[in-house]
T-cell receptor
Framework: DAGVIQSPRHEVTEMGQEVTLRCKPI?????LFWYRQTMMRGLELLIY????????DSGMPEDRFSAKMPNASFSTLKIQPSEPRDSAVYFC?????????????FGSGTQLSVL | AQTVTQSQPEMSVQEAETVTLSCTYD???????LFWYKQPPSRQMILVIR??????QNATENRFSVNFQKAAKSFSLKISDSQLGDAAMYFC??????????FGKGTKLTVNP
């Protein structure tokens, strides 16, 4: 299994531009999570899906952020318009939605820099 | 809301020695899991060990073990015979029935040769 695949690995953009981060979860996993990591705030959960349905998006910072999961094998996190304070590493993770015991498998993250 | 606190931003240990990383958490739930994740410079998040709240026996994985004190809401990680490859950020995490995984802010571990 290739694991959780995220793209791009690095993204540099200018303030005001739209940014789209992509994630392919592990096949068979039906829970998907988006996290943001910064030095100041650590790892923050932005949103998570069960069976492609958003369950909790209370961590999404503001309306500029949106996430979709059109099918079981693909999810996107979009920032429009982007701001310098959005600079962070964004992680996607997936797990079997069979309860709290299951560990999360993380992708390698996308390093986002907004200039 | 559940919170996870790691009070040691940085720790260091000599190679082959033992080090303990601290973690406390706050919850009103009785059934949950606790995890330690390792993040080396490669940025990859790697599960080190996990503990079910209902199990009194402390989890162990080779050189890694935990000291789980449920009443005190404490979950420390002990690394024995430290190796250079253990150098990384270590994150304590909590997961309950809501399925959210809540992380602490991490401890940066340096291993000195």
């Amino acid at each position: 299994d290739a694991g959780v695949i995220q793209s791009p690995r690095h993204e540099v953009t200018e303030m005001g531009q739209e940014v789209t981060l992509r994630c392919k979860p592990i096949s068979g996993h039906n829970s998907l999570f988006w996290y943001r990591q910064t030095m100041m705030r650590g790892l923050e959960l932005l949103i998570y899906f069960n069976n492609n349905v958003p369950i909790d998006d209370s961590g999404m910072p503001e309306d500029r952020f949106s996430a979709k999961m059109p099918n079981a094998s693909f999810s996107t996190l979009k920032i429009q318009p982007s701001e310098p304070r959005d600079s962070a590493v964004y992680f996607c993770a997936s797990s079997l939605a069979t309860g709290r015991r299951e560990k999360l498998f993380f992708g390698s993250g996308t390093q986002l820099s907004v200039l | 809301a559940q919170t996870v606190t790691q009070s040691q931003p940085e720790m260091s240990v000599q190679e082959a020695e033992t080090v303990t990383l601290s973690c406390t958490y706050d919850t009103s739930e009785s059934d949950y899991y606790l995890f330690w994740y390792k993040q080396p410079p490669s940025r990859q998040m790697i599960l080190v060990i996990r503990q079910e709240a209902y199990k009194q026996q402390n989890a162990t994985e080779n050189r890694f073990s935990v000291n789980f004190q449920k009443a005190a809401k404490s979950f420390s990680l002990k690394i024995s015979d430290s190796q250079l490859g253990d150098a990384a950020m270590y994150f304590c995490a909590y997961r309950s029935g809501s399925e959210k995984l809540v992380f602490g802010k991490g401890t940066k571990l340096t291993v000195n040769p």
